[in-house]
């Protein structure tokens, strides 16, 4: 499902990721934890698309990304990558259904179309009584698992989340975190969770442990 070979990347004299080899498979719920400034988040961008390597191979869903366009690479991150930052980055202005569609009608999904899919990853969140609220009416376990929906929206292949729970208070951590396995168990999606949370880590698949831009267990 993801092969990244040979990941370097610095930032002017910084050395961030120093030769990353790294294999996850379809389905898998993996965490990458280490230290700040290990190259944690630098990691999933790249991953994500989001940024470039300054050298090596990044290969998400039998498709190697460094070979795309800015046009494809731009459509290939809204069909088949999901996000999940640490504050959820909604829009204000927005409810929380319109929030979950804005992906759908990035790929030029029919509005019925996107609206049917929004409400029944709201009602598998537990939100549908919430789905005409705006961020600000909403708690923070809420707007995260807005987040979440969202992220699901065009049915990915790959969820990739940055410290999710981060932001949140134990009892929405602990369901934030069950959440990624009933999402996983249901439709399948591979998750990459950077994380400080111990408890998160210690329940995926499998963890990825960074140090000094190095893998040094996985």
Known sequence: MIEVRDITKSFGSLQVLKGINLQINKGEVVSIVG?????KTTLLQIIGTLDKPDKGTVIVDGVDVGGLSAKKLSDFRNQHL????????????????????????????????ARKRAEELL????????????PNELSGGEKQRVAVARALMNNPAVILADEPSGSL?????????QLFFDLRDKFGQTFVIVTHDEELAALTDRTIHLKDGRIIDN
């Open 169 to 177: 208070d134990s009892q929405n951590k602990k369901e934030l975190h």
């Open 123 to 134: 009602a598998f969140m537990g939100l549908t009584d919430r789905a005409a609220h705006k």
């Open 82 to 113: 999901g996000f999940v930052f640490q504050f959820h980055q909604l829009l204000p202005e927005f409810t929380a259904i319109e929030n979950v569609m804005i992906p759908a009608y990035i790929a030029g999904t029919k509005h019925a179309e």
């Open 35 to 39: 230290p700040s400034g290990a190259g």
